[in-house]
């Protein structure tokens, strides 16, 4: 018997019929031997119908009354379901987040889940009822007693929650999917379900999972262990399995981390190759990471930054001891890359730095938080720590420092991101993780190198051209694009470093929302009259398509895989960032989805059947 937590979604409790198709599901589950707890969504698209009102009053409603306003959705819900429940014979109870006690922070319209009374659920289960909670919404309890709501598409926390706090055997997300695929199904039908994927595959994939499950989710399943399946309502397919590490017996007070930074990593094994110059036209990185693979060198940070003229430089870092290796196929491919035969000032050339640290601080609390990044570089900058190279990802911000920096740099950083020394490292990054079906424990299999591709066309660039290179600048631009509220993606800092007026300077390129951009554009422009920096430039017609996938740690020649099929197809790569499971391209906005395509073909993720798009 297994205590288990399902949650069913707007569009499986869309109609008085489906109501009754949940009810039948949730009694074969108690038959079969298992205490259950439900949580449900508003009925199909209520919350958007009760926005819809909201917004045909007020332009700006205020948060306290959309909260009283939207968690009404939730409440028909649990009412009918109960009512369905109990008129099939099986003893059901409906509870408000209030009346189970979720209890949350006083931040209206977003609030974090702090804990979960279990007391009174517990004696009702105790006592054969399926208990049928209102998902989305929680009761703070600093000063007045007041409802709130998680955000939209919540209720996915709030299911996983509950599992964490009932110490449930696993959590069932019940959709009108049947589970997460490799990509999306509208622009590569050939994508296919997969049978398992870690939590932090899930967190990297945001921009292509979101829509199926709330990362806040992930992220409370990962802390505390907790098993998820992702499924269809509509069948018995077994869905998809979301696997985390082993739970490391963490507290149940403040259940959603307040923290946006929970790991703090540093690797002081390293150094630098970069390429400089070389000719920005397709194919060149698949030339210079094909080649690395076939010596079999195993890259970690790759980063290209937007072309300056016609060439661009490209960079990687690998650990010490192969340095030499690297080294020699850089310098061996340089030659064939010259975009100038005749011009030696443009010829391509090599550079390495040996004695450099990685300096990361990982946490999902920064999806959607923006300034974390401008934090940490504000912090680095305070502590008169330069950074070299900078790459992001959606969960992780890694620096380039120099080595002999390191220590002072995370020190400063686990002051400012209140990480102790002894704080397990976010978790175990990367590995797969164990999960429970039916009380049963099963190991999972390795991870491939690419589980998922995602495609991105909702953000575009912004370039800022001779950035003064010393500590602090970054800190300054990333600091007023969180003050503006504007969170940012994939920064990549240029290597090439010009003096200019008698002060070395760099480019940064960045991408942020495609809402943000023209706002963002004009507030750096005047910015840079007095910090003192050049043109910043926009870019709209952009795609960024990214791979994830554990298993691409310690395996070479899977971003050289990536380039090649990106170059077999004409498409120039824009810009690289990367993490240590995750790769992401900047190409042209109409490459897009023909680079998602190739991309996924290429490594194999393509299946034979067609996928469906359901309407
Ligand atoms: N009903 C809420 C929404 O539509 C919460 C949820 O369904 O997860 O956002
Ligand atoms: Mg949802």
Known sequence: MSLIVQKYGGTSVGSVERIQSVAQRVYQTVTAGNSLVVVVSAMGKT??????????????????????????????TIALLSMALQEIGQPAISMTGAQVGIVTEAEHTRARILHIETDR???????GKVVVVAGFQGISSTGELEITTLGRGGSDTSAVALAAALRADFCEIYTDVPGILTTDPRLVPEAQLMAEIT???????????????????VEIARNYGVPLVVRSSWTDDPGTWVTSPKPQGRSLVNLEIAKAVDGIEFDTNQARVALLRVPDKPGVAARLFG????????????????????????????????????EAVAAAIAPALRSHPHAPAEEAEVMVEQNIAKVSI?????IGRPGVAAQMFATLAEAGVNIHMISTSEVKVSCVVGAQECDRAVAA???TFEIAEDEAIGGQRGQGGQRGQGGLIQETSPSPAVRGVALDMNQVRLAIRQIPDRPGMAAKIFGLLAQHNISVDMIIQSQRCRVIDGIPRRDIAFTVARMDGENA???LAQAGTELGWGEVVLDSAIAKVSIVGSGMIGHPGVAAKMFAALSQHQINIQMIATSEIKISCVVAQEQGSKALQVIHEAFGLAGSEKFVVPA
């Open 413 to 415: 950083l686990r002051s």
């Open 362 to 366: 990982s946490g999902a609390g920064m």
């Open 199 to 217: 939590s932090d595959e899930m967190l990297e994939l945001a921009s292509l999972g979101a829509k199926v499950l709330h990362p806040r989710a």
């Open 121 to 127: 659920l517990e004696r009702y289960l105790n006592q």
């Open 47 to 76: 919350t958007d119908g009760l926005v819809k009102l909201a917004n045909a009053i007020s332009a700006n409603p205020s948060r306290r009354e959309m909260d009283m306003l939207l968690s009404t959705g939730e409440q028909v």
């Open 521 to 523: 554009q004009k507030m």
């Open 291 to 326: 080649e690395i693979a076939r010596q079999n060198v195993d890259v970690d940070l790759i980063i290209q930054s937007i072309h300056e003229g016609n060439s661009n430089d490209i960079a990687f870092t690998v650990t010490t001891p192969i340095l030499k290796r690297a």
